[in-house]
T-cell receptor, first 111, second 111 residues
Framework: ETGVTQSPTHLIKTRGQQVTLRCSSQ?????VSWYQQALGQGPQFIFQ???????GRGNFPPRFSGLQFPNYSSELNVNALELDDSALYLC??????????FGPGTRLTVL | ELKVEQNPLFLSMQEGKNYTIYCNYS?????LYWYRQDPGKSLESLFV?????AVKQEGRLMASLDTKARLSTLHITAAVHDLSATYFC???????????FGDGTTLTVKP
């Protein structure tokens, strides 16, 4: 059984650019959640996808968007990057909502 | 808006000592989770607490939940260096993937 994977591991972008982060859910998991973790803080919920539809969103602006594909993998897109978007982006998958399992994360640096 | 507060935020312990980390949350929720995060790594699930009075133990860690007081504790017994990490509590309704996290407690265990 494969766990949650994310790509890329690290990414450096400049302010104003756009970025796409990818996540493959654990085998059999149909729900993917994305979190942003700034340095020294706890993860903050961005949004969740369930069966290719957005299923809840945290307090993030519309320039944060996502997709989920039929194989339940997911993308997080961030447009018009700002310096404050520098963070660890974590993807988590779950089945039935009882417990979620996190991927290794993508470290995004915005210069 | 659900708020989750942990204290202390930083904890330095000597090996062999006992200590407790506290997690308070502001509104009624169905589930309470504890996670461990090592530096530069992702989150590892430690405990899922579902009901008032729930207690779970794994090795030197024991977690409990008091839903009436909206309080969970993570008790560390006879700390060892390998427990050095950041510990997060998170609160969710019926969907673990929409969790609200505390800011974490960074534990350092010294010889």
């Amino acid at each position: 059984e494969t766990g949650v994977t994310q790509s890329p591991t690290h990414l450096i972008k400049t302010r104003g650019q756009q970025v796409t982060l990818r996540c493959s859910s654990q085998s059999g998991h149909n729900t993917v959640s994305w979190y942003q973790q700034a340095l020294g803080q706890g993860p903050q919920f961005i949004f969740q996808y369930y069966r290719e539809e957005e299923n809840g969103r945290g307090n993030f602006p519309p320039r944060f968007s996502g997709l989920q594909f039929p194989n339940y993998s997911s993308e997080l897109n961030v447009n018009a990057l700002e310096l404050d978007d520098s963070a660890l982006y974590l993807c988590a998958s779950s089945l039935g909502g009882f417990e979620q399992f996190f991927g290794p994360g993508t470290r995004l640096t915005v210069l | 808006e659900l708020k989750v507060e942990q204290n202390p935020l930083f904890l330095s312990m000597q090996e062999g000592k006992n200590y407790t980390i506290y997690c308070n949350y502001s509104t009624t929720s169905d589930r309470l989770y504890w996670y461990r995060q090592d530096p530069g790594k992702s989150l590892e699930s430690l405990f899922v607490l579902l009901s008032n009075g729930a207690v779970k133990q794994e090795g030197r860690l024991m977690a409990s939940l008091d839903t009436k007081a909206r309080l969970s504790t993570l008790h560390i017994t006879a700390a060892v260096h390998d427990l050095s990490a950041t510990y997060f509590c998170a609160v969710a309704g019926s969907n673990a993937g929409k969790s609200t996290f505390g800011d974490g407690t960074t534990l350092t265990v010294k010889p």
